[in-house]
T-cell receptor, first 115, second 110 residues
Framework: EAGVAQSPRYKIIEKRQSVAFWCNPISGHATLYWYQQILGQGPKLLIQ????????DSQLPKDRFSAERLKGVDSTLKIQPAKLEDSAVYLCASSWGQLGTYEQYFGPGTRLTVT | GQQVMQIPQYQHVQEGEDFTTYCNSS?????IQWYKQRPGGHPVFLIQLVKSGEVKKQKRLTFQFGEAKKNSSLHITATQTTDVGTYFCAVNSGNTPLVFGKGTRLSVIA
């Protein structure tokens, strides 16, 4: 079974530039998550999708972050414009169901550096 | 929102010593999951606890869920260098999304 795929693995941009990350979940997983992990911290949920609908985006900074999962499969997360404090690893995860009782499978992450 | 505290933040042990990390919540939890993240890696699911007082074992790892379902522990017996990494608990109450703790970083000195 293929795991969660993410690209790019690394990205360096200057502040005020824009960036996009891509995620392809495990086949058949209805729920997709985007997390932000700042160095030394636990993953922080940015947005959760169930198929192509948003379940929770309460911690997504909507003035600069956006995400979509148009066909209910792969997803993109965009930051525009980026700030220095956005430097972090962006993790995508997927699970069979949306309840917190399902284990989550994480991708390798995208390490973003904003200079 | 849901908050969870993990202690200690760091733990350095000699190989062969035991290790324990604790996860505490101020509210009653529906379930708790434990993940391990190796240096430079991504979180990997270890186990889920659902029942009050539940104890589960995976080889040298023992996981416990408190009777009041507000805390949990992960105990590793006779640590090995392969145990190095950060251990996260992730909790939820009802249908809320999982909330991850800040993790406990384990270093094992050979």
């Amino acid at each position: 079974e293929a795991g969660v795929a993410q690209s790019p693995r690394y990205k360096i941009i200057e502040k005020r530039q824009s960036v996009a990350f891509w995620c392809n979940p495990i086949s058949g997983h209805a729920t997709l998550y985007w997390y932000q992990q700042i160095l030394g911290q636990g993953p922080k949920l940015l947005i959760q999708f169930q198929n192509n609908g948003v379940v929770d985006d309460s911690q997504l900074p909507k003035d600069r972050f956006s995400a979509e999962r148009l066909k209910g499969v792969d997803s993109t997360l965009k930051i525009q414009p980026a700030k220095l404090e956005d430097s972090a690893v962006y993790l995508c995860a997927s699970s069979w169901g949306q309840l917190g009782t399902y284990e989550q499978y994480f991708g390798p992450g995208t390490r973003l550096t904003v200079t | 929102g849901q908050q969870v505290m993990q202690i200690p933040q760091y733990q350095h042990v000699q190989e062969g010593e035991d290790f324990t990390t604790y996860c505490n919540s101020s509210t009653t939890l529906s379930n708790i999951q434990w993940y391990k993240q190796r240096p430079g890696g991504h979180p990997v699911f270890l186990i889920q606890l659902v029942k009050s007082g539940e104890v589960k074992k995976q080889k040298r790892l023992t996981f416990q869920f408190g009777e009041a379902k507000k805390n949990s522990s992960l105990h590793i017996t006779a640590t090995q260098t392969t145990d190095v990494g950060t251990y996260f608990c992730a909790v939820n109450s009802g249908n809320t999304p999982l909330v991850f703790g800040k993790g406990t970083r384990l270093s094992v000195i050979a």
